[in-house]
């Protein structure tokens, strides 16, 4: 079964870092991009960042560019998000999800439709 977990949200205040993990199982991740996407209530999904299968090549929205970093280990089948200088708008839950490449990642919400495999999500708040 392809399934995608994230992990490693919580409470934090404005100012501090996380690290989010997404898991694979069920495929081998090193066949595709993985993006990590946000959502937070009443608003549309967006994506964050994006990080290709083949050179690692990272894809930031403006909004996190200086701050999150992505990174993936094909060995151990995860790709991790730092976020490091959290604010409270980042306050979302946070998704990974796959596809064949990033395309031109710009992280607008109409690109979530190129991502499958989405995973439950995991819950970041940033107090401030």
């Known amino acids: 079964q392809v399934q995608l977990e994230e992990s490693g949200g919580n409470l934090v205040q404005s100012g501090g870092s996380l690290r989010l993990s997404c898991t694979a199982s069920g495929f081998s991740l090193d066949l595709y991009a993985i993006g990590w996407f946000r959502q937070a209530p009443g608003k549309e999904r967006e994506g964050v960042s994006c990080?290709?299968?083949?050179?690692?090549?990272?894809n930031y929205a403006d909004s996190v560019k200086g701050r999150f970093t992505i990174s993936r280990d094909n060995v151990k089948n995860t790709v991790t998000l730092q976020m490091n200088n959290l604010k409270p708008k980042d306050t979302a839950v946070y998704y990974c999800?796959?596809?064949w490449g990033c395309g031109y990642f710009t992280g607008h919400p109409s690109e979530t439709a190129d991502f499958d495999s989405w995973g439950q999500g995991t819950q970041v708040t940033v107090s401030s």
């Open positions: 999800a796959k596809a």
């Open positions: 990080i290709t299968s083949n050179d690692g090549n990272a």
